[in-house]
């Protein structure tokens, strides 16, 4: 089925509209490309809003969340994937734009599902979670040079566990292997007492 956007006036098939039970259709009566130019327009004000609604109303905004959270749950796939399946170049721009502004986190993601498939993955708190993401921001921050490493690697049995990484260069990295007991030449940045520290050749620590 079709529709005509009330904003741009295009007409449009239904996959290209938000659902809303309130709307024609079932569906909202702006499209998706022209909820989401509002959006970028006015996502500073909206967010200024919708945080001042929240503090004024918490029990409605835990109701809505509730809602919302259902409704993401039993969302209709086949909507979905005609969507995506319509739009393959903005998912492809989504997720290089993703990749590009969250490359620690993708990092971090990728090396403990390598550690999972293996079952050697760490019961993990919030505070060593935390860690795990600040060493692989700081390999982010020391440029492509440097990797975050395991010191026991992950295919002689090493964990995800913070005490377990370190960044160091990614030639030596590619030397190291998955050697045990290697003795890292220059740069080695890792988690000393809960403490992110840099070690030297020389054995100097950095703070």
């Not at 393959?88 to 502004?101: A, H, T």
């Not at 026991?152 to 090493?158: A, D, F, H, L, T």
């Not at 990614?170 to 890292?184: G, L, P, Q, W």
């Amino acid at each position: 089925m079709w529709k005509r956007c009330n904003k741009c006036k295009k007409i449009k098939p239904l996959y290209e509209f938000h659902r809303d039970k309130s709307g024609s259709f079932g569906t909202r009566y702006y499209c998706i490309n022209c909820v989401s130019e509002y959006s970028r327009k006015d996502r500073e004000a909206t967010t200024t809003r919708m945080r001042n609604w929240r503090k004024l109303n918490p029990e409605k905004a835990a109701t809505r969340s509730r809602v919302d959270n259902e409704r993401l749950l039993n969302r209709d796939t086949e909507y979905f994937k005609k969507w995506q399946a319509a739009n393959k170049e903005k998912c492809k721009e989504s997720e290089r734009r993703y990749s590009k502004n969250n490359r620690p986190k993708i990092a971090a993601k990728s090396a403990r599902r390598r550690i999972v498939r293996k079952r050697q993955t760490a019961t993990l708190n919030k505070r060593e979670k935390k860690m795990v993401q600040i060493i692989y921001n700081k390999s982010y921050e020391m440029g492509q040079d440097y990797v975050v490493d395991h010191i026991i690697p992950v295919s002689k049995g090493g964990s995800d566990h913070p005490c377990n990484l370190q960044i160091i260069s990614a030639t030596e990295n590619n030397i190291k292997s998955d050697k045990i007991n290697y003795k890292v030449v220059g740069i080695r940045v890792f988690w000393k007492n809960d403490i992110l520290v840099a070690e030297d050749t020389n054995g100097t620590y950095k703070g």
